[in-house]
């Protein structure tokens, strides 16, 4: 894949397997490859079980990746000692799905913004407190709640909450895995848009992990496709939409309820039959094999390579011409 | 007030006020509701969490723990009888074999220690009377209909063995097996993937055409209800601020909440990187719901009056009604902001 100057994370063949004992592995990530570029965002969508949380996690380090690599800024996340993995870890940070689960209930707001401050040394005293303020009003919080407590707060406020501590130690990527999904629908918009803004005033870059369609489609300048492990396809956001070339993603597109009666009921669904398959020691071959209605013979032994289709378009599929 | 057509008229509830006790005091989770459901069509009940569209739902069937739940006012009145006024006892003979629901999770609601089979004669034999081998005959019947593949085979299995898409397939059969004139259907897809979504939202429409079920779906998602319902009721902090039919509520909304629902998701089809629209602020507290209008703190065209007085019905067509003070003759004209931006 093309990588310009401004290119900030590439991940290569990346592969996380998890040893689930009997001598039986999850191939949660396949072997997959895709870059993101300084100030964009990347959607990163799929199915429950797909992989996409672990690529999200694996990024950012949280866990060790079986194979590939990860390269952040130049340096190849995998191989850092412990001085440079913490510079990284302030660089790389995360928003996670659970807003309940994600916040320590015995710490005060204060405290788990200014965790990541004290452990990078940035601010002391003071100047700690000034910046947990601010980074309070950044998210649409205000100063009087930095001495409560996480259940003090509903689910679009903690959401707000995880996102000034993913802020607080001046990040430049931020791995957004699922930030709304927990979150009701007049609240999705609220963080949506706060994300959008803090991309715009601070230059960040997202891989926004969603199941979410529409909202997916709505933030990112990019959008990457994974089934069962494997990234499928991956094009700029408008053409997948307008010309899905895969036939998972044609499903996964007409699967998707358009909130317009008349559009909805002359709308011709793809409904895939069946469910997704374990991917614990998966077939070989291409992953959609099994749910495919174009399946050939050669879909059942060859896993198809991931090739640039159109322009920026990148499809794995051996139907596809 | 709509003529209601006493012969096709299946459920009517009406006034309908739920409560729960709890140490902080006593939470209003529905606070006047009226709807009512015909039969063979489906009703959609759309908000947000909290807004009392399950407790509504859980209301109809009984299943709310009393205590600390009760029924403080109002009637449910299913095919001319109060369900409001049965007893447990009684409301065993309505479960299951007249009104049948399906949970959002369906991992959890199913019992893990029984085959699906089983699960699905209990009803049957129960209801209908019949004799075990009848049932089993009738359970891989249902299995079959609600599309699994090999019932006699997953009639013999345990939920574990099952995947999510096909658990709330079972949920569907044992809701179904019966021939229920109701079904309720709570949050039905909510836990599933969207291309499991739709086919769930597929076979629940096929099977309404094939068994003449009525369905109340409730649901958060637009999206689902634009494909399956007739008409939808949008409930907002324990009240229906708006129902009509889904042409009247997706074409011609008329409360500022109902605008907001769907002027704050995205949608697919629309090629628009405008900013969302989202709907500010928290939905209120119900332990001392506001006065007036429980939306009137989040909403963009709020009035005096809304924050003093809970807003009358006021009748747009016969079908289509809404609770808001925008309506009444005094108030200032407001355009809805979905007719500008031109996205119908």
């Known amino acids: ?321 | 007030m709509e003529k209601l057509n006493k012969d096709k008229l299946l459920l009517e509830v009406k006034d309908l006020h739920v409560s729960f006790d709890t140490y902080a005091g006593e939470v209003k989770a529905v606070r006047g509701v009226n709807f009512h459901v015909n039969r063979g069509e489906t009703l959609a009940i759309v908000g947000e969490s909290g807004c009392g569209k399950s407790v509504t739902a859980q209301t109809i069937m009984q299943l709310i723990p009393m205590p600390p739940g009760k029924i403080k006012k109002g009637s449910i009145i299913f095919d001319g009888n109060d369900l409001a006024k049965y007893s447990d006892k009684k409301m065993e003979s309505v479960r299951g074999k007249e009104i049948s629901m399906v949970f959002q999770d369906p991992m959890t609601s199913l019992n893990p220690t029984m085959k699906v089979g089983k699960q699905i004669m209990e009803g049957l034999i129960k209801h209908q009377k019949m004799s075990k081998e009848e049932a089993k005959k009738r359970a891989v019947e249902m299995l079959k209909l609600v599309g699994l593949p090999t019932p006699e085979k997953r009639a013999e299995q345990y939920p574990h063995e099952f995947s999510g898409g096909m658990r709330q397939r079972a949920m569907i059969a044992i809701a179904l097996a019966c021939n229920p004139k109701l079904l309720i259907a709570d949050e039905p897809t909510t836990a599933l993937d969207v291309t499991i979504q739709a086919q769930i939202i597929e076979l629940m429409k096929d099977l309404q055409i094939k068994l003449d079920t009525a369905i109340i779906l409730i649901t958060h998602d637009l999206g689902v209800v634009a494909k399956i319902s007739d008409r939808i009721a949008v409930m907002y902090a324990g009240v229906i601020v708006e129902s009509g039919t889904s042409n009247e509520i997706f074409y011609k909304p008329k409360h500022p909440y109902t605008w907001g629902l769907l002027k704050s998701v995205p949608r697919l089809d629309l090629e628009r990187k405008e900013r969302l629209l989202p709907i500010y602020g928290t939905p209120p507290d119900l332990f001392s719901p506001p006065a007036g209008c429980p939306f009137a703190a989040r909403c963009d065209y709020a009035m005096k009056i809304c924050k003093e007085k809970y807003p009358q019905k006021f009748g747009i067509t016969d079908t289509h009604h809404v609770h808001c003070w925008l309506q009444h003759e005094m108030a200032p004209e407001v355009k809805h902001p979905l007719a500008e931006g031109g996205t119908n």
Request: charged share 25%; aromatic share 6%.
């Open chain 1, 1 to 321: 894949m093309a990588e310009d100057k401004n290119t900030l994370l590439v991940a290569r063949d990346l592969k996380k397997y998890f040893d689930i004992g009997r001598g039986q592995v999850v191939k949660a990530v396949d072997g997959i490859s895709f870059s993101i570029k300084e100030g964009e965002t990347l959607g990163l969508v799929g199915e429950s079980g797909c992989g996409k949380s672990t690529v999200g996690r694996t990024i950012v380090g949280l866990y060790d990746a079986t194979d590939g690599e990860v390269i952040f800024d130049g340096m190849n996340v995998g191989e850092l000692d412990k001085k440079e993995k913490k510079h990284f870890t302030r660089k790389a940070q995360m928003i996670f799905q659970d807003p309940y689960a994600s916040l320590n209930p015995r710490m005060t707001i204060t405290d788990i913004i200014g965790e990541g401050i004290d452990i990078h040394e940035l601010y002391e005293g003071k100047e700690r407190q000034k910046r947990i303020y601010d980074l309070l009003e950044v998210v649409g919080l205000s100063r009087e709640h930095a001495s409560r407590f996480p259940h003090e707060f509903s689910g679009g406020q903690r959401q707000r909450i995880g996102i000034a501590r993913a802020l607080a130690i001046e990040p430049r990527f931020i791995v957004c895995d699922e930030p709304i999904s927990a979150l009701d629908v007049s609240i999705q918009a609220q963080v949506v848009n706060l994300l959008e803004d803090l991309q715009d005033d601070l230059g960040l870059t997202y891989l926004f992990i969603a199941h979410d369609l529409s909202m997916v489609k709505h933030i990112s300048d990019r959008i990457a496709v994974m089934y069962l492990g494997a990234m499928v396809e991956l094009a700029d956001s408008h053409d997948l939409y307008e010309q899905p070339l895969h036939p998972y993603t044609q499903a996964l597109l007409s699967a998707v309820p358009i909130p317009d009666p008349d559009i909805e009921k002359s709308r011709q669904r793809i409904i895939l039959e069946g469910d997704v398959p374990s991917p614990i020691n998966p077939p070989p071959g291409c992953k959609f094999q099994g749910r495919c209605k174009y399946v050939q013979p050669i879909c059942r032994e060859v896993a198809p390579e991931f090739k640039e289709k159109g322009k920026n378009h990148f499809v794995a599929c051996h139907v596809v011409k």
